[in-house]
């Protein structure tokens, strides 16, 4: 393995483990027992097929949310509007299965994800043209457009899926993304058949962007537009299409909540976790398909094993956002664990020779 493929595997993996210490050294300042305090958590995560049913059930929308991120990454933007998209993704998919609702199953559900993936799109569509053709930061224009979304949103539930009420009737069975099987094999828990659609989506984003003249085109215009487009490619295509796919995995990442875990959509105080989180999750995995798929499972263990932490361990639920943030700040400062390999690198080679 080269140098700087070591360098990229390690990051995430010491990140995880320096948020994991730091969050046992808060642990341990408010005279908390750590190693109970992650015990519970592993517990409560893994310690039976109904919490790990629950593990993969939360990692599912942010595998797709975080692919959603990699690939406008890829293509050199900051799309910081997945939050709106997956909310759009989420309203557009149960909308679409409370206006058909006698639909066939084989008919409605992929519909139902389709028109969520168009609704993601969409949204991410408005700030992909407005950066192709008017220059506009796509961070701040993706920053409003999640707000934006979140008060559509708001307005649609009450004024048009209901009557002024705060959450719509749930979908029919034709709709849903539950399967008994699925239930009985995990013991009750919420893992739906979106689980595969998430599977789906990495080995099409591996391929699309690693053996694909698309992926190659939305790479090149990521790193150099200008020599890109002396090379014959479009950069405002490339710009829009990166976009588009980014919104349309947030998109379907909504659908997963609205489809699955909770089968109706409601009014929102906040812009979904998934969004954010799954942006986390795509930094963490540092934008490659299947570091995302370990970073959702490392989010979903957290999320779902924290709940077991007051409980088990008596330590405040709050420690999991401790070491989640922890994570992050290290990825983000993943110039320190690099210094720190490359000094380590240094030293061993100076004691061989």
């Known amino acids: 393995m080269s140098q700087s493929k070591l360098r ?28 109970k305090g992650y015990d519970a958590m592993l517990k409560g995560a893994l310690g039976r097929p109904f919490f790990i049913g629950e593990t993969l059930r939360q ?32 309203f557009f998919s149960v909308w679409t299965a409370l206006l058909f609702p006698d639909l066939p199953r084989f008919l409605l559900l992929p519909l139902c994800l389709i028109v969520g993936a168009l609704g993601g799109a969409l949204w991410a569509g408005i700030a992909g043209y407005l950066r192709a053709y008017f220059n506009t930061s796509e961070v701040i224009v993706t920053i409003m457009l ?18 002024k009420a705060d959450a719509t009737a749930k979908i029919s069975e034709n709709a849903t993304l539950r399967a008994t099987w699925l239930t009985q094999l995990t013991q009750n828990s919420t893992l739906h ?7 789906a989506a990495v080995i099409f984003v591996w391929v699309l962007m690693n053996k694909t003249i698309v992926g190659f085109e939305l790479k090149t215009v990521g790193l150099n537009k200008f020599a890109a487009e002396y090379a014959g490619m479009s950069a405002k295509k ?45 930094l963490l995995g540092s934008g490659n398909p299947f570091g995302i798929v370990f970073s959702a499972l490392i989010f979903g263990i957290l999320r779902i094993g924290g709940n077991s932490m007051p409980l088990v361990a008596q330590v ?26 490359d000094k380590f690198h240094f030293t061993k080679k100076e004691k061989v020779n």
């Open 8 to 35: 990229s595997f390690l990051v995430p993996i010491l990140s995880v483990i320096f948020g994991l210490v730091l969050g046992a050294i808060v642990m341990l300042i408010f005279g908390f027992d750590p190693i």
């Open 59 to 90: 990692a599912t929308p942010l595998i797709l949310v975080g692919l959603g991120f990699s690939v406008a990454y890829k293509a050199g933007f900051f799309n910081i509007g997945v939050a709106g998209q997956a909310l759009f993704g989420w």
């Open 146 to 163: 999640n707000y934006t979304a979140l008060s559509v949103v708001n307005y649609l539930i009450r004024e048009v899926l209901t009557e």
């Open 193 to 199: 058949l979106g689980i595969f659609v998430a599977i």
């Open 238 to 282: 490339n710009i829009i299409l990166a976009m588009l796919i980014s919104g349309a995995l947030a998109g379907l990442g909504g659908a997963m909540e609205g489809l699955g875990t909770f089968q109706n959509i409601f009014t929102f105080s906040a812009l979904p976790d998934i969004g954010f989180d799954g942006l986390a999750v795509s």
């Open 316 to 341: 405040p639920k709050e420690v999991v956002s401790i070491v989640m943030a922890s994570i992050i700040f290290f990825v983000g400062a993943s110039y320190i664990i690099t210094y720190l390999f």
